[in-house]
């Protein structure tokens, strides 16, 4: 039967003569036409091919039937992005898979006029010649950091990677054992190391590393100690780890460098919102490290980049660096790049100009006010067999950042006595827009902290509708 069903397959002419599909290319063109039959008809031979007897039945029954409605669902599908917008109402802030940091109004602007436009990213406006990409930010991280010199990559891997083949290929680079991390992408600073060029030599224990550790490694092949700031996980108990200012001194005293990875990176002190103190930008870069790197997509609250700041004859040698070329960053990043840290220099504002920052200072009362006013516009609209009430919970900042970082939310929760939960998410992810949630404790779980005001009215919309089937 499977062999002659799929020789009962029409042919691509033979669909194209069908009077609903004919019609279809007074809209589109043949091509398009013909290329949505083609993707039908795959998708058709590969159903016979896996399908089992009783499968095969019921397609024997419509093996001729092509309607011209489902190959128009197949040109639409063509014109749509695979990247899209969602609502991440998960309470991630910092989630990776939903893209991180939401960029400020500013930075979208900007971006889209130097998309529109043309623009003077190599060009110097007051000579008349060409100018350096890195100008753009280049004097707002001095001056917000307090380094004598920046520039900016694609990615803090890549700051990270050029920092150690720039100053430590062919020769030693030390780091402790507590701080050799992978993040997530399978990111691995001895990864790195190798693909630097330079000889990774481990020092200490897991939970113990002393000055007496780095300085008995240090070698005449030695060129520089590495510090990673464990921003995705901690150990905690009986630990002890050597600070940077501590590092230095050493360093200076043996003529060797020092990288201070910070990862996430703030420059804003977080403890003054309840948090732990995490060591700052201007901190690392005061405490004497030559080079420092961190992301622009995570605390900063920017574009997906990696900050390079610090000593200008250790930052020259980086940007002069062959290899920067390959992971230099593009237009559009540093023009989102460039306003983000505009917002920074107004202390005052950037807390609620910079979504990231916003959304991690939220207090769980601000949250819990949106969540009452949500409910009650949406409650009667509901099928009766839903239950809707706010729940204690916690965000979490994500992109590993702040792990242990509580952070006290309320969540809209809700359960079905006819739907169950995992068939209510689902449903959420393919509505339009998606609605990305959480189930725990049999609910699904809606964190407005990461959900902007404006996105409410979809939201209700998207429950609504996705809900609807339940009987009332």
Do not use: W
């Amino acid at each position: 039967m499977r062999q002659n069903l799929l020789r009962m397959i029409p042919p691509v002419d033979k669909l194209l003569e069908q009077a609903d599909i004919a019609a279809l290319m007074r809209s589109y063109s043949r091509g398009l036409v013909v290329k949505a039959v083609q993707k039908k008809l795959a998708a058709l031979r590969g159903t016979i091919v896996m399908a089992d007897d009783a499968q095969l039945q019921v397609i024997k029954s419509s093996i001729g039937i092509v309607r011209g409605e489902e190959i128009e669902q197949e040109i639409i599908s063509f014109s749509e992005p695979l990247l899209k917008r969602v609502i991440n109402a998960t309470g991630v802030i910092l989630h990776t898979n939903l893209g991180r940091s939401i960029l400020p109004d500013e930075a979208i602007e900007h971006m889209r006029a130097v998309a529109r436009c043309y623009s003077n990213l190599e060009y110097d406006l007051q000579s008349g010649g060409r100018g350096s990409r890195y100008e753009h930010v280049q004097n707002l991280l001095c001056e917000l950091t307090g380094a004598e010199s920046a520039f900016v990559v694609n990615n803090n891997a890549a700051a990270v990677l050029l920092a150690l083949n720039t100053l430590s290929c062919g020769r030693e680079a030390i780091v402790s054992r507590g701080e050799i991390i992978e993040i997530g992408g399978s990111f691995r600073i001895p990864d790195i190391m190798s693909r630097s060029g330079a000889c990774m030599v481990e020092v200490g224990t897991t939970n113990k590393t002393h000055m007496s550790d780095y300085e008995n490694a240090i070698t005449d092949k030695s060129a520089v100690m590495v510090k990673v700031h464990t921003s995705n996980y901690r150990i905690l108990g009986f630990t002890s780890q050597v600070d940077v200012p501590s590092l230095v001194e050493m360093a200076q005293r043996h003529k060797l460098r020092v990288i201070a990875d910070l990862g996430s990176g703030s420059l804003i002190d977080l403890s003054r919102y309840g948090f732990e103190h995490e060591p700052t930008v201007q901190e690392v870069v005061q405490s004497g490290a030559d080079v420092v790197t961190f992301s622009g997509d995570k605390l900063l609250g920017g574009p997906q980049a990696g900050m390079v700041v610090g000593k200008k004859e250790v930052v020259e040698q980086l940007i002069k660096n062959p290899l920067n070329r390959a992971l230099r960053i593009d237009k559009l990043t540093l023009a989102a790049l460039e306003s983000t840290l505009r917002l920074y220099l107004d202390r005052e504002s950037v807390i609620r100009r910079v979504p990231t920052i916003r959304m991690i200072t939220m207090t769980a009362n601000a949250i819990e006010q949106r969540a009452e006013a949500f409910i009650k516009r949406i409650r009667p609209r509901l099928p009766l067999d839903i239950s809707i009430g706010i729940e204690d919970d916690t965000s979490q900042i994500g992109g590993g950042a702040l792990p242990l970082q509580n952070v006290p939310t309320r969540v809209i929760a809700l359960r079905s006595s006819s739907l169950p939960v995992e068939l209510m998410e689902r449903r959420m992810r393919g509505h339009k827009p998606p609605v990305i949630a959480r189930i725990h404790r049999d609910q699904v779980r809606i964190d407005l902290r990461t959900v902007a005001e404006q996105e409410e009215g979809e939201l209700e919309a998207a429950l609504i509708s996705c809900l609807a089937s339940a009987p009332s």
